[in-house]
């Protein structure tokens, strides 16, 4: 089905950020539950070319269930539209009023399409057995874990089970369910504590205990007198780490998928050495919300170490390099907030060490970085729209980390990797000619 899908209509097409690497996913199913995977073939196609892109795309996934003797059922279909304004250089997802007013329809048996509601992008939904929604909330999965929780307690209590069989439950019943999903949604942990200790002290009463007693004896191990309840937080740090055991570097989409989101977050924060090592704390502004981010967050709070292998790292450009990020950040000048500021131009200039923007002489500014223009790259960077305010301040920090006359005072050494940059430049195979592309497609 999978396969006839992806035949019929465009599917979405991934490619990774570094490696250029370009991967299928057409949809999440599993089986019953299906999601498609949408996405415009371009950033200048107009909104009603989109539209008709998914509206063909559903069409055909529906025939395809309909020859296959199933059929869409309307009311448990919906659909969600992820689309952007900036404001003041930051993106913001458009709420449902600001959006078009569309109408998707999925093809019934009688051969009369059914209209499926639009949803706001902050409404979550069950997929899967998790509330999930495009903003990246899951607090409200949290809450619906929570309340099925403390059901589950009052039955508990209600039913007066012996001490025993109300321990079996909460061990294989009631933390397997809330704490189901842990590996794949985001939450803060402070209040994934606060959400589990008021669960933790709800059940003790039904399972014998003085509910009065400290947090500490609720989870400490049993061999220190503690009832060894679990650390959410560790739960879900486990949970994240046993997914990245199985699938990173795999061929399977999870695998995919990891390594894709690895390296937005690499060129997000713009750090060359491992970000997962850097202090959360400082560092952590220049990085969206999402899964990595999260991972980072746990690991540093419980003092979990991840080393990645040097190959999945960013790679600096020539010997004495480093990224803009790092050499920012260290000078100890500029706020967080003048960080973000600075990040956002250097992702709208394609850049990520500082040799990116230094001539071949090692120490030379080259001009064009401190134009408003955009860069180019070999490497896919995120769309920035900065302001006016964030170019001055961009200046500033290349003037600071090189010198008024924009120079470095120890220049460069040779390369170390191929520039990622695209050149209008080009060599003929025997290095006796020298070509340069003109913007009418020519060559000089």
């Given at each position: 089905?999978?396969?006839?899908?992806?035949?019929?209509?465009?599917?979405?097409?991934?490619?990774?950020?570094?490696?250029?690497?370009?991967?299928?996913?057409?949809?999440?199913?599993?089986?019953?539950?299906?999601d498609l995977l949408l996405r415009a073939k371009s950033r200048e196609?107009?909104?009603?070319?989109?539209?008709?892109?998914?509206?063909?795309?559903?069409?055909?996934?529906?025939?395809?269930?309909?020859?296959?003797?199933?059929?869409?059922?309307?009311?448990?279909?919906?659909?969600?539209?992820?689309?952007?304004?900036?404001?003041?250089?930051?993106?913001?997802?458009?709420?449902?009023?600001?959006?078009?007013?569309?109408?998707?329809?999925?093809?019934?048996?009688?051969?009369?399409?059914?209209?499926?509601?639009?949803?706001?992008?902050?409404?979550?939904?069950?997929?899967?057995?998790?509330?999930?929604?495009?903003?990246?909330?899951?607090?409200?999965?949290?809450?619906?874990?929570?309340?099925?929780?403390?059901?589950?307690?009052?039955?508990?209590?209600?039913?007066?089970?012996?001490?025993?069989?109300?321990?079996?439950?909460?061990?294989?019943?009631?933390?397997?369910s809330t704490t189901y999903g842990f590996s794949a949604i985001t939450?803060?942990?402070?209040?994934?504590e606060q959400s589990f200790q008021k669960l933790y002290r709800d059940?003790?009463?039904?399972?014998?205990?003085?509910?009065?007693?400290?947090?500490?004896?609720?989870?400490?191990?049993?061999?220190?007198?503690?009832?060894?309840?679990?650390?959410?937080?560790?739960?879900?740090?486990?949970?994240?780490?046993?997914?990245?055991?199985?699938?990173?570097?795999?061929?399977?989409?999870?695998?995919?998928?990891?390594?894709?989101?690895?390296?937005?977050?690499?060129?997000?924060?713009?750090?060359?050495?491992?970000?997962?090592?850097?202090?959360?704390?400082?560092?952590?502004?220049?990085?969206?919300?999402?899964?990595?981010?999260?991972?980072?967050?746990?690991?540093?709070?419980?003092?979990?170490?991840?080393?990645?292998?040097?190959?999945?790292?960013?790679?600096?450009?020539?010997?004495?390099?480093?990224?803009?990020?790092?050499?920012?950040?260290?000078?100890?000048?500029?706020?967080?907030?003048?960080?973000?500021?600075?990040?956002?131009?250097?992702?709208?200039?394609?850049?990520?060490?500082?040799?990116?923007?230094?001539?071949?002489?090692?120490?030379?500014?080259?001009?064009?970085?401190?134009?408003?223009?955009?860069?180019?790259?070999?490497?896919?960077?995120?769309?920035?729209?900065?302001?006016?305010?964030?170019?001055?301040?961009?200046?500033?920090?290349?003037?600071?980390?090189?010198?008024?006359?924009?120079?470095?005072?120890?220049?460069?050494?040779?390369?170390?990797?191929?520039?990622?940059?695209?050149?209008?430049?080009?060599?003929?195979?025997?290095?006796?000619?020298?070509?340069?592309?003109?913007?009418?497609?020519?060559?000089?």
């Amino acid at each position: 089905m999978v396969g006839a899908f992806q035949l019929l209509s465009t599917c979405l097409l991934v490619l990774r950020r570094l490696t250029r690497l370009l991967f299928a996913l057409a949809a999440i199913i599993y089986v019953d539950d299906t999601d498609l995977l949408l996405r415009a073939k371009s950033r200048e196609l107009t909104p009603d070319d989109f539209f008709a892109d998914c509206q063909q795309a559903v069409t055909d996934w529906g025939h395809i269930v309909l020859a296959t003797g199933g059929y869409l059922k309307a009311k448990k279909c919906f659909w969600y539209m992820m689309a952007w304004h900036w404001v003041k250089g930051v993106p913001v997802l458009r709420s449902l009023g600001q959006l078009p007013k569309y109408t998707l329809t999925v093809p019934q048996k009688s051969g009369v399409p059914a209209a499926v509601p639009l949803r706001c992008v902050t409404d979550a939904q069950k997929t899967l057995g998790v509330w999930s929604c495009p903003s990246g909330d899951f607090g409200y999965h949290l809450k619906q874990k929570m309340t099925d929780g403390h059901l589950w307690v009052e039955r508990l209590r209600r039913n007066k089970c012996p001490a025993a069989d109300a321990w079996l439950g909460f061990r294989y019943s009631l933390l397997p369910s809330t704490t189901y999903g842990f590996s794949a949604i985001t939450i803060d942990p402070v209040l994934l504590e606060q959400s589990f200790q008021k669960l933790y002290r709800d059940v003790l009463s039904p399972l014998r205990v003085n509910k009065n007693i400290t947090r500490f004896f609720r989870m400490a191990p049993k061999r220190v007198m503690g009832l060894g309840m679990p650390n959410p937080g560790i739960k879900m740090l486990s949970h994240k780490l046993h997914l990245l055991q199985s699938e990173w570097n795999q061929p399977t989409s999870a695998g995919n998928m990891l390594r894709q989101s690895l390296e937005i977050f690499q060129m997000e924060t713009g750090f060359s050495a491992n970000v997962l090592e850097l202090d959360y704390n400082r560092y952590s502004v220049l990085a969206t919300d999402g899964w990595w981010k999260q991972f980072w967050c746990l690991s540093q709070r419980y003092s979990v170490s991840l080393r990645l292998s040097s190959k999945f790292l960013i790679p600096l450009l020539r010997s004495g390099d480093r990224s803009m990020m790092d050499a920012i950040c260290s000078t100890d000048i500029f706020t967080p907030s003048d960080w973000i500021a600075i990040n956002r131009v250097r992702k709208y200039k394609g850049l990520h060490s500082v040799g990116d923007f230094i001539l071949c002489d090692g120490f030379t500014v080259d001009p064009w970085v401190l134009n408003r223009q955009p860069g180019t790259s070999s490497r896919v960077f995120s769309v920035e729209k900065p302001t006016r305010s964030d170019f001055q301040l961009f200046a500033s920090a290349i003037r600071l980390i090189t010198s008024e006359g924009f120079r470095l005072s120890t220049p460069l050494g040779q390369f170390v990797s191929r520039p990622h940059r695209l050149s209008p430049w080009f060599v003929t195979p025997d290095r006796s000619h020298l070509y340069k592309a003109l913007d009418d497609s020519t060559y000089l």
